[in-house]
């Protein structure tokens, strides 16, 4: 079975600095990969995913993942938060055949 | 479009009593899930269903039930209500290219 990793549980960024918060996973095969964000008392909104095809994925607001196979990471990227961005960030994997798994979430805060 | 419709948004249950949590898409998404957030444990799935009238268990599914007798309805059932489901509950249905689209989740506290 999958699993995720999300390695930090909390991110403090100043606005308009970069960020990256990082994600892991284990699995045997080969995997879907996705970001999600939850704003607060929300429900939880797709970034970006990850199926097939260029390793960079680009999704809304100005975030970017990079797939690497090879380390086993899908690491999101933004390079200038805004104070908008402030949320609970969930990393998640799925294989073509099992259930989607979600990692323990970051929070992201952004200090103005 | 509605997308998925969970209600209530908010409930208070004594220990021991049952309740049904709705949920409801429009999108005639076939894959539907029910998840549990808890502090620092990310979610965790319940169950889930591939179709009408296919069900199965996921992480943590005691003292849960669940059964899709259409595509756009998947009920969460709760038996006899412990302070340990006290959590937030969200239902999600999966469209092509396995994106999960979420509904706005039901605060549960069971005193």
């Known amino acids: 079975a999958q699993s995720v990793t999300q390695l930090d549980s909390q991110v403090p960024v100043f606005e308009e600095a970069p960020v990256e918060l990082r994600c892991n996973y284990s699995?045997?095969?080969?995997?879907?990969l996705f970001w999600y964000v939850q704003y607060p008392n929300q429900g939880l909104q797709l970034l970006l995913k990850?199926?097939?095809?260029?390793?960079l994925v680009k999704g809304i607001n100005g975030f970017e993942a990079e797939f690497n196979k090879s380390q086993t990471s899908f690491h999101l990227r933004k390079p200038s938060v805004h104070i908008s961005d402030t949320a609970e960030y969930f990393c998640?994997?799925?294989?073509?055949?099992?259930?989607?798994?979600f990692g323990p979430g970051t929070s992201l805060s952004v200090i103005p | 479009n509605a997308g998925v419709t969970q209600t209530p948004k908010f409930q208070v249950l004594k220990t021991g009593q049952s309740m049904t949590l709705q949920c409801a898409q429009d999108?005639?998404?076939?894959?539907m899930s029910w998840y549990r957030q808890d502090p620092g444990m990310g979610l965790r799935l319940i169950h889930y269903?591939?179709?009408?009238?296919?069900?199965d268990q996921g992480e943590v599914p005691n003292g849960y039930n669940v059964s899709r007798s259409t595509t756009e309805d998947f009920p969460l059932r709760l038996l006899s209500a412990a302070p340990s489901q006290t959590s937030v509950y969200f239902c999600?249905?999966?469209?092509?290219?396995?994106?999960?689209?979420f509904g706005s989740g039901t605060r549960l506290t069971v005193v």
């Open positions: 998640a994997v799925k294989t073509s055949y099992d259930k989607v798994i």
């Open positions: 699995s045997s095969v080969s995997v879907y």
């Open positions: 990850y199926l097939s095809g260029s390793t």
């Open positions: 999108m005639n998404h076939e894959y």
């Open positions: 269903s591939v179709g009408a009238g296919i069900t």
């Open positions: 999600a249905s999966q469209g092509a290219g396995y994106g999960y689209t």
